[in-house]
T-cell receptor, first 111, second 110 residues
Framework: EAAVTQSPRNKVTVTGGNVTLSCRQT?????MYWYRQDTGHGLRLIHY???????QIGDVPDGYKATRTTQEDFFLLLELASPSQTSLYFC??????????FGAGTRLSVL | QQKVQQSPESLTVSEGAMASLNCTFS??????FRWYRQHSAKGLEVLVS????GEKEEGRFTAHLNRANLHVSLHIREPQPSDSAVYLC??????????FGDGTQLVVKP
């Protein structure tokens, strides 16, 4: 069955720490997305990509880098984590019809 | 930039009673509309997609779209306690950008 798998599921780091969130999809989709979800803000788009090597800036990109190494793999990098980046992070993929298929989420705490 | 607003913020209904959720959007060129459900900070699952004015039914879930009024709604027939979740409206245009509302928290009481 097609799936979007995120790792880790939970992560705790300290302010200034370096964090990488991983996402792999087996949907053969071109588009992949990173969202963060916070109470009162809903889902906000950080970065997205429409293929290996491509990166597009979302609505809340500050403090985040992303890299799409293959069609399957999309990474989100926090190089100097801050407490404001404590959040629930979702990865998703979509094909041509814009239906998003989400991973189970990564809960990140920055102390 | 597209603005997507959902109402109400929270809704409590009794098991078996119809639940109706609303979503308004600001970009009249939007052509892709979906409703997603999210149980307790878990991943989202798509319930129904609609692309033209009118209604689209998927099991107990029916979406109504009126693009002239910039409005899309979701109606849940015979809701059950297991339908208690956050419901999110997603709107996109031809540029593949997808915008979400903040969600409606639905509670279905037995």
């Amino acid at each position: 069955e097609a799936a979007v798998t995120q790792s880790p599921r939970n992560k705790v780091t300290v302010t200034g720490g370096n964090v990488t969130l991983s996402c792999r999809q087996t949907n053969s989709h071109n588009y992949m997305y990173w969202y963060r979800q916070d109470t009162g803000h809903g889902l906000r788009l950080i970065h997205y990509s429409y293929g290996a090597g491509n990166l597009q800036i979302g609505d809340v990109p500050d403090g985040y880098k992303a890299t799409r190494t293959t069609q399957e793999d999309f990474f989100l990098l926090l190089e100097l984590a801050s407490p404001s980046q404590t959040s629930l992070y979702f990865c998703a993929s979509s094909g041509s019809k814009n239906t998003l298929y989400f991973g189970a989420g990564t809960r990140l705490s920055v102390l | 930039q597209q603005k997507v607003q959902q109402s109400p913020e929270s809704l409590t209904v009794s098991e078996g009673a119809m639940a109706s959720l609303n979503c308004t959007f600001s970009d009249g060129t939007s052509n892709n509309f979906r409703w997603y459900r999210q149980h307790s900070a878990k991943g989202l699952e798509v319930l129904v997609s609609i692309f033209s004015d009118g209604e689209k039914e998927e099991g107990r879930f029916t979406a109504h779209l009126n693009r002239a009024n910039l409005h899309v709604s979701l109606h849940i027939r015979e809701p059950q306690p297991s339908d208690s979740a956050v419901y999110l409206c997603a709107v996109s245009s031809s540029n593949n950008r997808i915008f979400f509302g903040d969600g409606t928290q639905l509670v279905v009481k037995p």
